[in-house]
């Protein structure tokens, strides 16, 4: 079957299999590629946990301090009617 292409059909054929990844080559690179995948997931992962638990305790603080002004206000509220009842 090779012995009926004519010349133009071979070099045809050639410059496509230029086109493609021998398999040895696409192997690594595959293996490039996960590996990659693999450590961007994981500093990703990592990052987006530690900001997450330091926006959780910046918003902690900001509620505790509020919760704290609010109490802070209410007994100074309690103090003063009863300094008027007294």
């Keep these: 079957m090779n ?7 071979k070099n045809k054929s050639h410059s496509m299999a230029n086109y493609f990844i021998f398999p040895a080559k696409m192997n690594k690179i595959i293996a490039f590629s ?6 961007i997931i994981t500093v ?3 990052a987006f946990i ?15 301090t509020k919760i704290l002004e609010i ?8 103090i003063n009617s009863e300094i008027l009842i007294a």
Excluded: C
């Design 34 to 39: 996960a590996a990659l995948f693999f450590i």
């Design 71 to 78: 109490e802070r206000l209410k007994l100074e509220n309690y």
């Design 50 to 64: 530690l900001s997450m638990r330091n926006i959780i305790r910046a918003n902690k603080s900001g509620e505790l």
């Design 44 to 46: 990703g992962s990592t």
């Design 3 to 9: 012995n009926n292409m004519t010349n133009s059909e």
